[in-house]
């Protein structure tokens, strides 16, 4: 059964032991599903590829030997066009990786980056900061999401890539009330969805009036308006709503581990949350932020709070990798 919200902000819970309990039946569930979905590996290499997945028709692939720092990549209609992109950063763009949690969801840790084998490239390691020029074409323009199985495919061809996806424990930020039983006051049950609104906006007949984005409220929208950031005050606010996990996709952009979700909240949310930039004190230390850290800014604005944990959480592992012949 849900739990309902009184205007107080307070959830009620039958107790808070019959909570405890279903939170951690909750997390158990989690766990068997997550090594239920492991045991379906993907194998670069041993052919079980979707069926879904498309190829390029044509790509050309040239070893950048120039020792430059800089690279670049770009998906275009039928075109993925790189420039001295290290192979480490391909393959993480391969396995939809996060930059921010390579080191983690990578077995090994990642490179030195300021690793450039230009040549007699043999290791393993070796081979994964060699860079290349890329240019791949397609018979047809593909969504979004076959961007990362398209790639995977190219680097099983043409790198001899040899990768599995595994299961093992990792730390993690676990995502908990800060107060059993209670909403911060800028988190509010809701029924607004930000994706059920961006989904009827995409399919609209053509000239027909799209439908009103979601407000608060206060009449603010809650939509679209995204990360708004003051620059110059170094805050980032954000408003959503939807599915309590659009909420948790927000912010692990902003941290350097994986998050789980251990709050047991469920149903729809919508929130306001305002924080300082992210890394701003890293790239301009002389900047003072006009708004609380991440941390702080889920705690008392939304009623969360972060907790270093550990989780069984899926890795990549690369067994082996070549340099392709030019072409």
């Known amino acids: 059964m849900m739990p309902t919200r009184h205007c107080t902000g307070r959830v009620n819970v039958t107790t808070g032991r019959a909570r405890k309990v279903w939170v951690h039946v909750r997390a158990l569930v989690t766990v068997l599903l997550v090594v239920l979905l492991a045991s379906v590996v993907f194998t670069a290499g041993q052919g079980n590829d979707q069926k879904d ?6 790509a050309s692939i040239r070893h950048n030997t120039t020792a430059e720092k800089s690279y670049s990549s770009q998906w275009q209609p039928r075109r993925f066009v790189a420039t001295n992109i290290p192979l480490e950063t ?3 763009m391969a396995f939809d990786i996060p930059p921010n949690l390579a080191r983690h969801l990578l077995v090994g840790g990642l490179s030195d980056p300021r690793k450039n084998c230009t040549k007699n490239c043999s290791s393993r390691d070796e081979i994964l900061t060699a860079r290349f020029d890329i240019q791949a074409t397609l018979a047809e323009e593909i969504p979004r999401s076959q961007y990362a199985p398209t790639l995977r495919q190219l680097l099983q061809e043409r790198f001899n890539l040899k990768a599995h996806l595994e299961i093992r424990e990792i730390p993690v930020y676990a995502l908990t009330m800060l107060h059993e039983g209670r909403l911060g ?6 029924e607004q969805d930000c994706d059920a609104w961006y989904r009827a906006r995409k399919n609209s007949a053509p000239g027909a009036a799209s439908p009103p984005p979601p407000s608060d409220a206060e009449g603010r929208p809650l939509c679209g308006v995204g990360q708004m950031s003051r620059i110059a005050e170094s805050i980032l606010v954000r408003r959503g709503a939807g599915d309590f996990s659009a909420l948790v996709n927000e912010i692990r952009g902003d941290l350097n581990l994986p998050i789980v979700d251990r709050t047991g909240l469920e149903g729809k949310f919508e929130w306001e ?12 230390p002389s900047v003072v932020p006009k708004a609380p850290t991440l941390d702080i800014a889920l705690q008392d604005q939304l009623g969360l709070r972060l907790v270093r944990s550990t989780a069984p959480f899926q890795v990549l592992v690369i067994e082996s990798v070549a340099v392709p012949s030019p072409n």
Request: glycine share 0%.
């Open 273 to 284: 949350l305002t924080s300082e930039l992210p890394a701003i004190r890293e790239f301009a």
């Open 90 to 92: 391909l393959v993480l």
């Open 185 to 190: 006051a800028q988190l509010r049950r809701s």
């Open 53 to 58: 997945r498309f190829k390029f028709e044509v």
